[in-house]
């Protein structure tokens, strides 16, 4: 995780001090999602999410970009037997390496993208006494086997820093661009005793699709 960190900051500076003001453009940027939070002992269904935020793109040699941004992201899951919605909203800060080819005298590009980014869950939707009812979890066995469902609340169980990385491509046209990936979710979402016991293990995946406008500087 500090080795992910290191190398998207270190990339981020270098573009920041190696790109002139024509090769920098700024723009607002909003899409979808259908994530899932993958779960080994229960059933799990995609459910739909968002995120909209800004971003910022800096033009290398060689075909090269750098497109950090700073996003508000919901990721929720569906779990296969309830009608009950899980999910956390997070800041997240993604930092896009994209490579590609420019097209149509240059008015054009397409690209491919690799994204880790990091991220902090502020807001949570669901609730975890309504899921463990419509499981049909048997709250009494589990405390007598030691799980103090009790401890269950808003934040303890939810490991709130996420980091991970996508995969995707894209295509810019003009000022729009339009964007595609899969994210990968590293380490549990939740955490602690109750959840070891239920899930053993939990991390969100999914697929988004974004559009961005972005606007200043010329396309070289």
Known sequence: MKKLIAISTAILIAALLSTDADAKRFGIKAGVNVTDLNVENVESVGALGYQAGISWQFDLPLGFAIQPD?????KATKFDQVESQLGFGYVE???NIQWGL?????KVRIFAQ???FVGYAVAQTGDFDSVFDQMGVDKELLDKVGVNTDNIDKWANVNRFSYGAGLGAGV???FLQLTAQYNWNFGNSLKGREFEALFNKSNFGGY???LAFMFGGKRK
Do not use: F, K
Not at 102 to 106: I, S, T, V
């Open 114 to 116: 690799a994204s880790p």
């Open 208 to 210: 988004t699709v974004s």
């Open 102 to 106: 420019r097209l149509a005298d240059r």
């Open 70 to 74: 700073i996003l508000y992201h919901v």
């Open 93 to 95: 800060v993604p930092v």
């Open 172 to 174: 810019q046209l003009g």
